[in-house]
Structures are given as C-alpha cells and as structure tokens.
C-alpha cells in the first residue's frame, strides 16, 4: 500500500525555520519525481518544489525560491523541505507527492500524497 507520511510541522514566529519530512512506502521511491504542494486557509493548492528522481533537478516558484530548499535521501525513502526565513504567508497544510511524470511550470503530474503537516507563522 501507497503511504506518504509528513510530519514536522510546528506553529513558528516569522523569521523562523522548520524542516518537513515525509517518509515514503509501497512503491519505488527512487524511481519518482517528488514535490511539496501547500494549501492555505480558504486558498487552493499550491506548488512550492520539486526534485527530479536522482535529486540534481530541482524547481521553486517565485514565491519561495531563496527560502526553501527541497532534498532526498533515496536510501531511506525520505523527502524533505526545509523552510527559513517563513512569513505569514507560508501558513498551509503541506504536502509530499509523488509524481508520475516529469513537471512543468504549470503541470505537476501528482499521483499520490500524504494526509499533509500543518505549518503555522504568527507572532
């Protein structure tokens, strides 16, 4: 069976730093693209990274970019994100996700993800 687990989510000041996690089951980690998706209070879903298979491609949007860094660990099966410098607006439900193709700007092909870490920036 398919499992995505995040965890690290904490309630932060601005200014601080967190470092997501999401430990992967039931299929070929190393064989998938993975990504980091958010969701804000009354907000849609949003992509915040990606990394390609091996980890040497990455992508951040604009939003984030300089702030976040995404990595793996495919000998543990484990995806992660690390958050610094976060702003009321990175409060979101976040979550891991595999995906079934390469992405685009606009595509992000996500096949499964987790049940998502709650991040919360107030002072």
């Known amino acids: 069976q398919v499992q995505l687990v995040e965890s690290g989510g904490a309630l932060v000041q601005p200014g601080g730093s967190l470092r997501l996690s999401c430990v992967a089951s039931?299929?070929?980690?190393?064989?998938?693209?993975m990504a980091w998706v958010r969701q804000a209070p009354g907000k849609g879903l949003e992509w915040v990274s990606g990394?390609?298979?091996?980890?040497?491609?990455?992508y951040y949007p604009d939003s984030v970019k300089g702030r976040f860094t995404i990595s793996r660990d495919n000998a543990k099966n484990t995806l992660y994100l690390q958050i610094n410098n976060l702003r009321h607006e990175d409060t979101a439900l976040y979550y891991c996700?595999?995906?079934?193709?390469?992405?685009?700007?606009?595509?992000?092909?996500?096949?499964?993800w987790g049940q998502g870490t709650q991040v919360t920036v107030s002072s």
């Open positions: 039931g299929f070929r980690f190393r064989n998938h693209h």
């Open positions: 996700a595999s995906l079934v193709a390469y992405w685009s700007e606009s595509y992000v092909p996500v096949d499964y």
């Open positions: 990394i390609s298979k091996g980890g040497t491609e990455s």
